[in-house]
């Protein structure tokens, strides 16, 4: 093993522990203001990941569309639902999480013996292309232009569909009927009441 | 470095995000796991594309289309559960049995 592969190996190891450490503290931390930060730590260390694999460009649309996305659309959903709520307790909650503990724990092991057993030729002679991100770009406008203009109107229609879903009913023109004893808040809108679903 | 390291922490944390996804109670954190699910799958395309397709790194171009998806079910996910909490005024998994049975 010569250098470049033993710092190649370290970092990996580094990068392993950090991304495991993190994802379970994702699961299994109480606060989810602690979840939502070491989401971000698994995503950075998963981009670590992919940079020991020659992905440069996989590596940096993570940092940009996970992290810088991503997370912080999870941490605004955080702060919009924030409500100190105890969960009410569900009995033989137990069994359930150890069941799905046993059924994650199986899954592991089943899928690590196949890998280990599975012959995977690899071929390490064929070299890389020089430029990953002109490979990718010559995928993109070749035989993947149909899933690539397919996505951008995936992008629309989630961004007005979440905005559809999101939104605020409010009540419009009805400012002088409530103009009495008790006038409405100046920049506020009056919002639609729901009735709540049982 | 042996494919088989790579492939190995990817199954990890895709069972850590089953767990998540079976077991948490926060509606958030359910689609913090989904997140974890779909990165565990980014890493093995991408982990197969730098082994098994060095010339044509067909794996990268797939992982970006993940991401893509990824980014609009995060956005979309989030909408829904904004809409749930102003409806039920709660985000527990354990009350949203609105389709159950």
Known sequence: MNLAEGVQFVSFIILA??????????????????SAFLLGGVFISIAGIYLLQN????????????VGAINVLILFAIMLVNKKEEFAPVPRRWIRQGAAAFVSAGLFSLLTIML??????????VTPPVSPIQTMGEHFFSDFLLPFELASVLLLMALIGAVVLARR?????EETAIIGENPAPALELPERPREPVA | MPLQFFLIIAAALFCIGIYGLVTSRNAVRVLMSIELLLNAVNMNLI???????????????????????????????????????????????????????
């Open chain 2, 47 to 101: 982990a197969f594309s730098n082994y098994l397709d060095r010339q044509a790194i067909n794996g990268q171009v797939f992982s970006v289309f993940v991401i893509t998806v990824a980014a609009a079910e995060a956005a979309v996910g989030l909408a829904i559960i904004l809409s749930i909490y102003r409806n039920r005024d709660t985000v527990d998994m354990e009350q949203f049995n609105l389709l159950k049975w």
């Open chain 1, 116 to 125: 280990l057993k599975t012959n995977w030729h690899v071929d390490l002679s």
């Open chain 1, 169 to 173: 009913e409010t009540v419009m023109g």
């Open chain 1, 55 to 66: 992905a440069d460009f996989v590596a940096a649309a993570q940092v940009l569309v996970y």
């Open chain 1, 17 to 34: 522990v950090m991304m495991l450490g993190a994802a379970l503290g994702v699961v299994l931390f109480d606060k989810i203001v602690y």
